[in-house]
């Protein structure tokens, strides 16, 4: 079992930056690829990032590409995602996930944090 706590999200302004982090426990979290989806209210889960259990491999949405940025910690096996130039639409509740791969889709997951709030006012 993999336990994977998300922290900081909240309330931001369109073009601001924020950073949520994301720590993973428990059997083999280090060598588990990590990444963040997102779920708005009426939508569909989206892949927001994910980064291979060395760091060495990145992936990014659509969404995030150019704004967002990925990170890992391998000591603490704590990943963060930076987001900067925020928008509006990128108001969600942002999930964490643990899974043997970086790939893009959520069934390649198979832990899954609660979820943390991400709002961005315009």
């Known amino acids: 079992q993999v336990q994977l706590d998300e922290s900081g999200g909240g309330l931001v302004q369109a073009g601001g930056s924020m950073t949520l982090s994301c720590a993973a426990s428990?059997?083999?979290?280090?060598?588990?690829?990590l990444g963040w989806f997102r779920q708005a209210p009426g939508k569909e889960r989206e892949f927001v990032a994910c980064?291979?259990?060395?760091?060495?491999?990145?992936e990014y949405g659509d969404s995030a590409k150019g704004r967002f940025a990925i990170s890992r910690d391998i000591a603490k096996n704590i990943i963060s995602l930076q987001m900067n130039n925020m928008r509006p639409e990128d108001t969600a509740v942002y999930y964490c996930?643990?899974?043997?791969?970086?790939?893009?889709?959520?069934?390649?997951?198979?832990?899954w944090g609660q979820g943390i709030q991400v709002t961005v006012s315009s």
């Open positions: 996930a643990a899974g043997d791969y970086a790939v893009t889709v959520a069934w390649g997951f198979d832990y």
């Open positions: 980064i291979s259990w060395d760091g060495k491999i990145t």
């Open positions: 428990g059997r083999a979290a280090s060598n588990d690829a």
